[in-house]
């Protein structure tokens, strides 16, 4: 469970908009031994930043969320996490967000347009950054399934048109593994369909995660993904059902022609013994 969290920030700190980044920075990123003095949140480990109200959300399968913050105070933040991060990824995912403090209207999420809330209350917060950092880790899982797709779908169109089996087995292997471990990462790591821990201490709240939700098609990308990642892995091991049945006809095939020497090799040594 979360430490007691922190109350909204106070109207004298307080902006009305505040812009949010979640940026993937790698397979995880290790928060062990980060405990500090403001820390507001424990699962996702999450800690304030400057004096304007800056947050950080950190996502143990490698999402980095930054509220609030100059680009300065990113940079150096960026520059200490670099150890932590483990599988660095270069070219990672990234997702931004304005927030939009609004106390006489409810929390809104209007399409392609700021979040609106009450306040900035570091549970708002939290919520916030969990559907962002789920987002910005599909985008990236979406994008390692479409390479496995570029890779499959030669192969799918040989085997159509030409009746072709791929050579190497291990290359089909690789892309099984490829498969399972986004399934791994989708399911173990990320869990989108799992709400944030937040939400068992505000239920209330749960309204504007559902919103935010909808608006990223959180379920219903993580719900595509399942179903390529099923497809994927049911033409890989199709694939390398039809390699290995090749080689088994191959290698029997060789057998029954070492028979036919053997025979052929006994025939000619009595034929020379009766002659000589």
């Known amino acids: 469970?979360?430490?007691?969290?922190?109350?909204?920030l106070p109207a004298s700190t307080q902006s009305d908009r505040m812009v949010v980044r979640a940026l993937l920075l790698g397979d995880r990123i290790d928060?062990?031994?980060?405990?500090?003095?403001?820390?507001?949140?424990?699962?996702?480990?999450a800690f304030r930043v400057g004096r304007d109200g800056g947050f950080v959300v950190l996502f143990r399968y490698g999402v980095a969320v930054l509220g609030g913050?100059?680009?300065?105070?990113?940079?150096?933040?960026?520059?200490?996490?670099?150890?932590?991060?483990?599988?660095?990824?270069?070219?990672?995912?990234?997702?931004?967000?304005?927030?939009?403090?609004?106390?006489?209207?409810?929390?809104q999420v209007a399409p392609g347009g700021p979040v609106q809330m009450r306040d900035f209350s570091t549970e708002r917060l939290l919520i916030v950054s969990d559907a962002l950092a789920k987002s910005v880790a599909l985008a990236h899982n979406e994008r390692n399934v479409s390479a496995v797709f570029d890779v499959i779908d030669p192969l799918a169109r040989d085997l159509a048109h030409k009746g072709r089996v791929p050579a190497h087995r291990k290359n089909i292997l690789k892309l099984i593994g490829e498969a399972l471990l986004v399934d791994h990462r989708m399911s173990g790591r990320v869990a989108v369909d799992e709400k944030p821990d937040v939400l068992w201490d505000r239920p209330e709240l749960e309204r504007l995660y559902a919103r935010l939700e909808d608006e990223y098609?959180?379920?219903?990308?993580?719900?595509?993904?399942?179903?390529?990642?099923?497809?994927?892995?049911?033409?890989?091991?199709?694939?390398?059902?039809?390699?290995?049945?090749?080689?088994?006809?191959?290698?029997?095939?060789?057998?029954?022609?070492?028979?036919?020497?053997?025979?052929?090799?006994?025939?000619?040594?009595?034929?020379?013994?009766?002659?000589?």
């Open 217 to 276: 098609e959180l379920k219903e990308r993580a719900h595509a993904l399942g179903r390529k990642l099923a497809v994927v892995q049911e033409t890989a091991r199709a694939l390398t059902d039809l390699i290995d049945a090749q080689r088994s006809v191959r290698l029997e095939a060789t057998i029954v022609l070492l028979i036919v020497v053997e025979v052929i090799v006994t025939f000619y040594q009595l034929f020379a013994g009766l002659r000589f």
């Open 1 to 8: 469970m979360n430490e007691p969290l922190s109350p909204a």
């Open 31 to 45: 928060t062990a031994g980060l405990e500090r003095s403001d820390m507001i949140s424990t699962v996702p480990f």
């Open 69 to 107: 913050m100059s680009p300065v105070e990113e940079d150096d933040l960026m520059r200490k996490l670099g150890p932590r991060v483990i599988g660095h990824i270069p070219r990672g995912e990234d997702e931004v967000a304005v927030l939009e403090a609004l106390p006489d209207k409810e929390d």
